[in-house]
């Protein structure tokens, strides 16, 4: 019987992998085997990767791929993604492909915007918290401004600071709003150590205030942290081209190509069952190069999706138009990114990644990633609307199939030759292994 361990933290990393292997997995041996062979061989490089989380026992590959071609703002990028799922890579090649011949993608940064916010229950007068917070304003200001120094003098800090009535949602409870500029960096940590600033001044000077009652004095800060939500930190990316122009499939004539796929968008907008997968499509390109940039991605996720929904129904992120015979298609992304800070100066592959991408700022990441987006969506797009998705998916996953079925270098050799005339499903690629065995 498995027993809960106590002091799991203090054991050494051979030690954790020792009780893991040994309490939770059949062959203990091979578990290890196999948790050592992912170690780096380079022992200083492993200890920089054991030393990114806590309790690490090994580490986690995930292929990077590159899609070149991706001509933004007349800037030529090839975009480093780091993802696990095949057709992904070759989706966003592919359309950065077609848009490169038709003008490529125009991005425009709408804001940079982030929010943090001081939750606190106080228990009286909403008018005398009012004018106690007009008063305490600058001093919430000044008492960080050993936090803030540093960013002021690159361009950026706080912005503003509003106290926020929230007893209709909830009683006794206000918010101060705060929102802040933090350039290049994603600004977690920086946002958190002022809204903790922020929080001491205020209980500290509500309890000095002299027109507040004992129970107004004592302010309680439930917490202080950065939202994720960030609908003011937006970029957009776009393509357009004329009708005629989107003439690269067999079997489906450009007007009615361009038709198809305002219709695809519009289904997105209205019906949520396929919002939440046409979706998936644009962060299969978006998530991918946040990881590859060492960016936050459950953070951007969870401020996407909530973006996605800001009309009360989850919706599409991407739009699309007919008009005068251009077709436009276009995306309007929150994106709070860093270019430093977090891991970006820390993981080496990180680092090639951004060096990779010229050095961006974090606007121009924003642009590149929103891009990146836009790409995967109209790729996945095109195949639904034509060809249907399995018929290129498939393609790509073949390899997949055939390493699950242990095939050789050379019978990998023969059945993808076998395959380019064939339709892939599991199951084709299943018989045709088979056969090629018994043969
Ligand atoms: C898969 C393709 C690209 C094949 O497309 P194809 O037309 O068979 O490709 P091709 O062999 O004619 O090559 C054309 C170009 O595609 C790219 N390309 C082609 N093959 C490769 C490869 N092996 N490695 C790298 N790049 C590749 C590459 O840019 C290449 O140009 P080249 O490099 O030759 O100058 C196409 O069918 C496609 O775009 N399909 C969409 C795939 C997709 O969206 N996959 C995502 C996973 S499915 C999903 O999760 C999302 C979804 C679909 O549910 C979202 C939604 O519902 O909206
Ligand atoms: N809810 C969330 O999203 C939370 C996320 N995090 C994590 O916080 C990390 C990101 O926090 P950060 O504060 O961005 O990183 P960080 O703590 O590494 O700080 C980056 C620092 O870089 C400096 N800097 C140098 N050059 C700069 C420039 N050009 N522009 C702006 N700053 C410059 C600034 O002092 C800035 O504060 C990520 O790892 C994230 O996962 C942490 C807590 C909560």
């Known amino acids: ?212 009652s004992d129970t107004e004095k004592n302010i309680e800060v439930v917490m202080s942290i950065l939202s994720n939500y960030v609908p003011n930190c937006i970029v957009r990316a776009e393509v357009s081209c004329k009708v005629e122009e989107l003439n690269e499939d067999a079997n489906i004539k450009s007007s009615q190509l361009a038709e198809k796929l305002v219709q695809a968008v519009t289904i997105a907008k209205v019906e949520p069952y396929r919002a939440v997968t046409h979706n998936k499509g644009i962060m299969n390109g978006i998530d991918s190069v946040i990881l590859a940039t060492g960016n936050d991605f459950r953070a951007i996720e969870a401020g996407i999706h909530a973006y996605a929904s800001r009309n009360g129904t989850y919706s599409s992120l991407t739009d699309a138009s007919i008009e005068n015979g251009i077709f436009r298609f276009w995306i309007d992304i929150p994106l709070a990114l860093g270019t430093v800070g977090g891991l970006t100066n820390l993981h080496p592959l990180v680092k090639v990644a951004l060096e990779i991408l010229q050095k961006p700022t974090a606007k121009e990441l924003m642009q590149i990633v929103a891009a990146t987006g836009l790409a995967q969506n109209f790729a996945a797009l095109r195949s639904l609307v034509t060809t249907g998705i399995q018929e290129g998916h498939m393609k790509m996953h073949l390899l997949n199939i055939l390493n699950q079925l242990g095939a050789t270098d050379k019978e990998k050799q023969l059945l993808t030759t076998h395959f380019k005339t064939n339709t892939v499903t599991h199951s084709a690629v299943v018989t045709a292994y088979n056969n090629l065995k018994n043969d």
């Open 1 to 212: 019987m498995i027993t809960p361990i106590q002091g799991f933290s203090k054991l050494t990393k051979e030690e954790k992998i020792n009780w893991i292997a040994e309490n939770y997995t059949k062959n203990s041996e091979h578990t290890k085997e196999v948790l050592k062979v992912y170690w780096n061989s380079d022992t200083k490089l492993q200890k920089l990767h054991d030393e990114f989380i806590e309790n690490t026992i090994s580490n986690y590959y995930l292929p990077l791929g590159i899609a070149p071609n991706f001509l933004i703002n007349n800037k030529l990028y090839a975009v480093p993604m780091a993802i696990e799922e095949s057709s992904v890579v070759a989706a966003a090649s592919k359309a950065a492909k077609f848009w490169l011949s038709r003008g490529g993608f125009k991005t425009t940064i709408l804001g940079t915007e982030k929010v943090g916010q001081v939750h606190f229950i106080f228990k009286g007068d909403a008018q005398k918290l009012e004018s106690f917070f007009n008063s305490v304003k600058p001093l919430l200001i000044s008492d960080s401004n050993n936090l803030t120094t540093s960013m002021k003098k690159r361009g950026g800090g706080i912005s503003k600071i509003e106290l926020r009535n929230k007893t209709t949602d909830l009683a006794n409870y206000y918010q101060l709003h705060c929102t802040f500029e933090t350039l290049d960096a994603m600004g977690a940590n920086f946002i958190n150590s002022c809204l903790e600033q922020f929080a001491t001044t205020l209980k500290r000077e509500a309890l000095l205030y002299s027109n507040f």
